[in-house]
């Protein structure tokens, strides 16, 4: 059965490194509903967030390959029980179309958005939240005239307590005690 | 990367060498890391470095192949009979595309080869300049590593790079891709060899509590059976396989390539694994109780049908790539090791059984196969020349001890049947990819890194015509490989599928081929055509014994099938050993 993951990873910052992760996902046929890359809380790493959508056998031989890459660091598999997420969209509407009736009231109370712009033409809002809550708030706005609307990718914060920072430190200290085995090909 | 080099730099501000060309910096980076010989073919983006070469013929030996393709597997070859990473240059544009084959074929057999390609100067990257292809886009699916270098004081760290990562953990072919200005441009030279690379760990902690549960695993067992690959040769574990499988009184099985792993006269061999594997081990996976796979990957051509594929066995896969397990078949325990390490912690905890009647029931089965199959093919004494029987000749003649390389096909299928491999010999083949034309380059590859050893190569006539400008090659270097084609007049292996399959039509597999004969001369190699089975014997004799590079074609039955065969989609258990 098929099931939304979220897959974390963190990458050295070395060119390509984007096109061979994707390449293993589009070999396996697995789409990317969303991706999210940006500098990770270490300088000098990056973290990646993906969703796709796939079975649990798959997700992990995905994530198997994917880690094999030299420059990946380390590869989370996560449900979404095992993460807290958002994403962000911003929605550009009509100003008058947002003006009629009790929108902007519920707009604030129900939805939980913020107003980011107001101009005699449109209106910005932004709005956090899964994306459930995105989209519904894009069906409530659709009434008012939805000139341009824009979503994220999903960011996510693993449940679980152990941090990047100590999968570096057991790399690198796995390195200073690690005994060699002597190579054929050397 | 840069930060990298920067505080190298640094460091060793003091003990700089003066200002070098990046071209000459690539050729001593190739000396400090013990090559000695490359394979390779000009072009204009390459010249600054071919040009510097000159200089460095004393220390590096370069040959010129006819085709990049050529180089590129005879770089594999080398590498696999030297167990050191080979090397491989080319050009930008089209030197560069006509590798990927070879860059595909040594990525899917795990074989550390470095290839150096050149690339359009850096100011043109992007622009479609002349000859301007994007090699790493191309190669970056079929490489375990690839980069780009535009500067030349990179050069030296992106080389220390590709050659750790290259022979390190699960080997594997890289591409480093050198602008032409970065060629030129000067640096200050120093060379680190890399032994690190953060985000890369090829080396794994031991966990005893695994070996522990896979001792348990094997000394309560009563039918396990050791499925032996690539791996073992890889990690140098050929010792340790024979320790293990002797003390638990275990029959080993082999992949294709793992057939030098274990002696195959020993009376452990159960033989070789698969779709024209042997009768005895493809349907006793289907008994056995317990199946350890070695540096293996469970290939379709090695299980046939996955959902019939060991139902009885518990699985314990060894194994130093993480991602080859679980991929294909489903395992019981995981070691995601070096083969060498594991089976060394291993042995200790195995308890020294015998186990005569499970091995009774090989036995059993090989007979049958002897004398439906094995006989006819080796032993003919009317009609045609058979591949098997020329096979075993080699084999009886090198005593099972030579470097044999082989193209693909039917006769690859032979060689993997009908020779006896030795701990001491070597297999070159394409495995795999299964890679046609892979046969002669890769033996002028194997021949020169192996010098002592006889290099014997078993081609089709098909696969002989993808590479055969190769020979250009073997007469300027005199290189002294025996080449044994097997002409039958087809592309046997397609037309056995199309015999078995689709009803009988020939589609496009009969050749009219040329007088190999004449095409030997041409070439200055001496080369005798046997045609009749009391010529075989004196005329393989006749080869070995010969001096410098050898043809000998011997013409044999045009229609031959290989046996037993396990039908695509079918079963291990129902390999069939005769054609229907
Ligand atoms: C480059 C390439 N093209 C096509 C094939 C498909 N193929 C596999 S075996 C074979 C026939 C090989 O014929 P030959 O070299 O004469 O060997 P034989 O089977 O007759 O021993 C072909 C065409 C291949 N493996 N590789
Ligand atoms: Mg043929």
Redesign the pocket.
């Given at each position: 059965m098929q099931q939304e993951y979220t897959i974390s990873l963190f990458t050295e910052d070395h060119i390509g490194i984007l096109s061979r992760i994707t390449l293993i996902l589009t070999r396996r046929q697995i789409n990317i509903e969303s991706i999210t890359a940006s500098e990770s809380a270490v300088s000098g790493i990056q973290m990646l967030t993906m969703v796709v959508s796939t079975t649990p056998d798959m997700v992990n031989k995905v994530a198997r390959q994917i880690e094999k890459l030299v420059d990946v660091i380390k590869v989370f598999v996560h449900t979404n029980q095992e993460i807290i997420s958002q994403e962000i969209a911003l929605y550009k509407v009509t100003t008058r179309g947002l003006m009629s009736g009790s929108m902007i009231g519920d707009l604030v109370r129900l939805h939980h958005a913020r107003i980011l712009e107001v101009t005699p033409e449109y209106i910005v809002v932004e709005k956090n939240g899964s994306k459930e809550e995105i989209t519904g708030l894009l069906a409530f706005l659709e009434p008012c005239g939805v000139l341009q609307f824009v979503r994220s990718g999903r960011i996510a914060i693993t449940r679980q307590v152990k941090e990047l920072n100590a999968y570096l430190k057991e790399m690198d200290d796995a390195e200073r005690t690690r005994h060699v085995p002597s190579e054929v090909y050397n | 990367m840069k930060e990298e080099i920067k505080t190298a730099a640094e460091q060793e501000k003091t003990g700089l060498e003066p200002e070098i060309s990046g071209a000459e910096a690539l050729l001593r980076c190739l000396v400090e890391e013990g090559v000695d010989t490359i394979f390779g073919y000009p072009g204009g983006a390459i010249m600054p470095v071919y040009d510097k070469l000159l200089d460095y013929s004393d220390r590096l030996r370069h040959i010129l192949t006819r085709h990049e393709q050529g180089a590129a597997h005879a770089a594999q070859a080398y590498a696999m009979v030297t167990g050191r990473p080979g090397v491989c240059f080319a050009t930008s544009g089209p030197g560069a595309t006509n590798l990927v084959t070879g860059i595909a074929n040594a990525f899917l057999d795990s074989v550390p080869v470095v290839f150096i390609t050149a690339q359009v100067t850096s100011g043109l990257i992007g622009t479609d300049a002349f000859q301007e292809t994007d090699i790493l886009g191309i190669s970056m699916p079929v490489t375990k590593w690839n980069a780009q270098v535009k500067k030349a004081e990179d050069i030296p760290d992106a080389i220390a790079r590709a050659f750790y990562i290259a022979r390190s953990g699960r080997p594997g072919p890289v591409l480093v891709d050198i602008s032409k200005d970065a060629q030129f441009a000067g640096l200050s030279y120093s060379y680190r060899n890399c032994t690190y690379i953060r985000s890369y760990n090829p080396v794994i902690q031991l966990q005893m509590r695994d070996i522990e549960s896979a001792a348990v695993m094997i000394n309560h067992a009563e039918k396990p059976l050791i499925l032996a690959g690539h791996g073992v040769i890889l990690s140098g574990a050929s010792e340790e396989l024979r320790a293990l499988a002797e003390k638990g009184g275990i029959p080993v099985a082999a992949t294709l390539l793992g057939l030098p792993a274990f002696p195959n006269n020993h009376r452990l061999f159960a033989g070789m694994l698969g779709m024209h594997g042997n009768y005895a081990p493809n349907i006793l996976t289907n008994q056995a109780d317990l199946i350890i796979a070695i540096g293996m990957r469970f290939d379709d051509r090695v299980t046939g049908n996955l959902k019939k594929y060991a139902p009885d066995a518990r699985i314990i896969h060894i194994e130093i790539d993480k991602a080859e397990i679980n991929k294909n078949v489903r395992v019981d325990l995981e070691i995601n090791n070096d083969a060498r390490e594991v089976l060394a912690a291993l042995i200790p905890l195995v308890r020294q059984i015998s186990r005569e009647k499970w091995i009774r029931e090989f036995r059993i089965l090989d007979r049958v196969e002897y004398e439906k199959v094995i006989s006819p093919e080796t032993e003919p004494d009317e009609g045609e020349i058979r591949?098997g029987e020329v096979v075993k000749a080699v084999s009886d003649l090198t005593e099972g001890n030579a470097v044999i390389a082989t193209?693909?096909?039917?006769?690859?299928m032979a060689v993997a049947r009908y020779y006896r491999f030795s701990e001491k010999s070597t297999l070159v083949t394409s495995g795999g990819m299964?890679?046609?034309?892979f046969g002669l380059p890769a033996s002028l590859g194997a021949a020169s890194g192996n010098p002592g050893r006889p290099v014997i190569a078993f081609?089709?006539?098909?696969?002989?015509q993808?590479t055969v400008q190769e020979l250009g090659t073997i007469m300027q270097y005199q290189i002294p490989v025996k080449i044994i084609l097997?002409n039958?007049s087809?592309?046997?292996?397609?037309r056995q599928w199309q015999q078995m399959f689709f009803n009988g039509r020939y589609a496009s597999t009969e050749m009219v081929n040329p007088d190999f004969m004449a095409l030997a001369g041409a070439y200055g190699i001496q080369a005798h055509r046997v045609t009749q089975r009391g010529e075989l014997r004196d005329a393989i004799v006749t080869m070995l014994a010969a001096e410098g590079p050898y043809l000998l074609e011997t013409v044999i039955s045009r229609e031959a099938n290989i046996l037993p065969m396990v039908e695509p989609g079918a079963s291990v258990s129902d390999v069939t050993l005769t054609y229907r």
């Open positions: - | 591949m193209d693909v096909g039917q006769h690859q299964g890679t046609m034309g081609i089709g006539d098909g696969g002989f993808m097997l039958n087809f592309l046997g292996m397609v």
